[in-house]
């Protein structure tokens, strides 16, 4: 069983076929690729085909169709529920002829993916063989009772995880040596424009602490800074593309609420800038009018995998950097925001009601709370020492 992307009808719709050795389509599969799953992440709709194949492959291994398997017991004959929740804790790839005495198991966040997965895939078996029946059946109830109780065995089984991230923002002393090499083209080995572009990218994920996708998917149009009103501040507006149709193989989408984000005067007149450069070709006037393009004819808006490779030539050239990407930089705007408001003394209402309106959360969110860990961390110290000196 492979899996394979294909564009939908319509704009920016991405589907996952998984098809057989033969490149055929497997029908019973697909429908659940292809429908039940349609509208998430295109990521997160390979990544829970991914899990369904691995699901299917366990059963194939035992001979057993899985729908029947559901509707008639459940997964609660002889060992078949625990071969399940073995199969899944272990890796999908081959391990050759050879069984190893020690099999290595998915990491605990992975594993819960899978078992997520799986019982959504088997709220789906039950609802085709409840289908399947006439109305009235007595064995209906009996399939629901059994549905239940599987689906409340599988989420007994999930691990315990950390629900806080451990990636903490640049510390003062890389974001300077960072502005220090975009001031230099000739660091990073860019030419100038490719080299006012990448700059362009790094300062708006650093002072506005958008996502990678809602960077990529960013238009010009959704860039007011220029034609303001009086007094009005210049911002970036992101929200979904529903416009205009994206020829990436790996299409962009926003993962966070729709917001506008002012920005500095200094930024827009970077964006001005970098407009200019933008339509210098006729390629380039002719693509989606997506603001970040790439460097090389015909100038596609820019892909996924090039933007990580920017943000991978800057990683070599910065000191003690082992990660650096959109993430982590989202990550130094809001430890940033954080040290400016805790400086300022704003109220932990106003804290949170500001970063879940710039972040793109629900007002309720406590989602900031993991963007901050460094800015905390030098809270705490600061907060310990005016408290060891009182004590001395």
Known sequence: ????????????????????????????????????????????????????????????????????????????????????????????????????????????????????????????????????????????????????????????????????????????????????????????????????????IIRLVYETGIRRGELLSLTIENCHTTKLAHGERPYIHTMENVKYDDPRTDVVHEKTEVRIIPISNSLASLINEYKVVRGATKAARKQPPFLILSSHHPNPPLSPSTLASIFEAIKTKLPDLDSFGPHRLRHTFFENLDRMMHRERYSDVQKRKIKNSIGGWKPTSRQSENYEKLATLEQCVEALSRYHDELE
């Open 1 to 200: 069983m492979i899996v394979r992307r294909v564009r939908k009808d319509g704009i920016n719709e991405v589907g996952c076929l998984v098809v057989d050795d033969l490149g055929v389509p497997i029908d019973r599969i697909c429908r659940y690729t292809l429908i039940e799953i349609a509208g998430r992440a295109d990521s997160t709709q390979e990544n829970v085909t991914r899990h369904i194949i691995h699901i299917e492959r366990w059963a194939d291994k035992h001979g057993i169709n899985l729908e029947e398997q559901i509707a008639v017991n459940g997964l609660a004959k002889g060992e078949l529920f625990t071969s399940l929740v073995r199969h899944l804790e272990r890796y999908s790839q081959q391990t050759g002829v050879v069984t190893p005495i020690i099999t290595q198991t998915v990491e605990p966040e992975y594993f819960n993916q899978r078992i997520d997965a799986c019982v959504e895939y088997f709220e789906y078996l039950t609802g085709r063989a409840i289908g399947k029946r006439r109305a009235g059946d007595p064995m209906i109830r009996n399939i629901d009772v059994l549905s239940r109780r599987l689906r409340s065995r599988l989420k007994r089984r999930k691990q315990s995880t950390s629900n806080t991230s451990s990636v903490k923002g640049l510390t003062p002393l890389q974001q300077a040596s960072l502005y220090k090499g975009l001031d230099n083209p000739r660091y990073f080995g860019w030419s100038r424009n490719t080299a006012l572009r990448n700059k362009l």
